[in-house]
Structure formats: structure tokens, C-alpha cells
T-cell receptor, first 114, second 108 residues
């Protein structure tokens, strides 16, 4: 079956612009999480959605937002981009919010802010 | 707020077993131990998970101590393609919290 699909794979934006990243989970998965990975901070949790509701949020400024649609697809948006937002953004999906259900990750979107 | 402690780096010879330790002394009764690995900025790849019993799959074995305060991931016959950063994660009902992981290098 198809895995987690993230689009686009690569993106270059200018400081001050905004960007929207997309994630299509594995068919049947209802939970989608987003992570930011940078060399200095490692993998940091952004937020998690389940059935169109945000269930968890990490310690990121309000410029980072997300949403989940009725088909479980998710988007995250970053407004007023800063140079420090350059990172690999990873999306992961899970069947349910239970301890014994793991997450499957996509290949990520590499965002470069110039 | 990662709840695990792992060595920063380890080396292993190709063909030998790689044993990666992890301490999770504050694990709760309903939390699972998960292992993921990440190869050169690809998305993390699920390896194995367990609650209290030892687990084995086609990739690895997971040994969890009886008190559940530590675990060991075993790659039985390491190959060069197993070179990666390995993350040990304690997970409840929601989200994965990644620590810094162990950078495992398999040497020929």
C-alpha cells in the first residue's frame, strides 16, 4: 500500500513569505503528526491531529499552524518565514491514538528560507 | 522532554551483532518502548516496539528488562546499510518525543 506522501519534496522561499506543506497519510490512518528537524535541535514535535482536531501541540510560535481535512490529509502552514525555519519537515501518520500504534513517516519536505 | 537516555555514538563491525542500549527509568505502566532509525535525513523508519515482553521481527530483536527501566535493540547481523541514527522512544497514547539518538556506524 502507498506510504505517507509529502509534497513538495523541496521548497525555497524568501524571508517574510508564507508556505504551505501537504501530507497524505496512509489509507485508513486518522492521526497525522508534524515534526521539524534541524541540525541543531534534532527532531521536534510540532502538532498532532486526529479526526480533524488538534490533539497535541509542541512549543512553536503561532506562525506555525496546521489543519486536517475530513479525508485525513493534513497541511501545515508557516507564515512570515524566518531564516531559522529552514529545516526538514516530516509528517507521520498512525492508525489511532493508542500507545501500541506506531507512526509511519514520510520522506519529508526540505524547506530553505533565503 | 525526551524520557530516554542513549549513548551518543557506537561502532560495530559488519556481520556482528549490534546491541544498542537505552535507559527509560521513568517509564509508566501503559507506555511502550519504540525504536526508530533515520538514515541520512530520510524520514525515520519504524523498527520494533514492545511493552514488557521481548520482541523479534525480521529487522531486529528488542530485549526489555523485567523492571522495564531499560532495553536493548539487537541487530543480529549488522550490514553497512544499518549505519544510521537509532532512536529509542517511550510512547503513550499520543505523539513520539525524539531524543538525540545513537549514531551507529557499521565498519567493514
Amino acid at each position: 500500500k502507498a506510504g505517507v506522501t509529502q509534497t513538495p519534496r523541496y521548497l525555497i522561499k524568501t524571508r517574510g513569505q508564507q508556505v504551505t506543506l501537504s501530507c497524505s497519510p496512509i489509507s485508513g490512518h486518522r492521526s497525522v503528526s508534524w515534526y521539524q528537524q534541524t541540525p541543531g535541535q534534532g527532531l521536534q514535535f510540532l502538532f498532532e491531529y486526529f479526526s480533524e482536531t488538534q490533539r497535541n501541540k509542541g512549543n512553536f510560535p503561532g506562525r506555525f499552524s496546521g489543519r486536517q481535512f475530513s479525508n485525513s490529509r493534513s497541511e501545515m502552514n508557516v507564515s512570515t518565514l524566518e531564516l531559522g525555519d529552514s529545516a526538514l519537515y516530516l509528517c507521520a501518520s498512525s492508525l489511532a491514538l493508542q500507545a501500541n500504534y506506531g507512526y509511519t513517516f514520510g520522506s519529508g519536505t526540505r524547506l530553505t528560507v533565503v | 522532554d525526551a524520557k530516554t537516555t542513549q549513548p551518543t555514538s557506537m561502532d560495530c563491525a559488519e556481520g556482528r551483532a549490534a546491541n544498542l542500549p537505552c535507559n527509560h527509568s521513568t517509564i509508566s505502566g501503559n507506555e511502550y518502548v519504540y525504536w526508530y532509525r533515520q538514515i541520512h535525513s530520510q524520514g525515520p523508519q519504524y523498527i520494533i516496539h514492545g511493552l514488557k515482553n521481548n520482541e523479534t521481527n525480521e529487522m531486529a530483536s528488542l530485549i526489555i528488562t523485567e523492571d522495564r527501566k531499560s532495553s536493548t535493540l539487537i541487530l543480529p547481523h549488522a550490514t553497512l546499510r544499518d549505519t544510521a541514527v537509532y532512536y529509542c522512544i517511550v510512547k503513550g497514547a499520543q505523539k513520539l518525543v525524539f531524543g538525540q539518538g545513537t549514531r551507529l556506524t557499521i565498519n567493514p
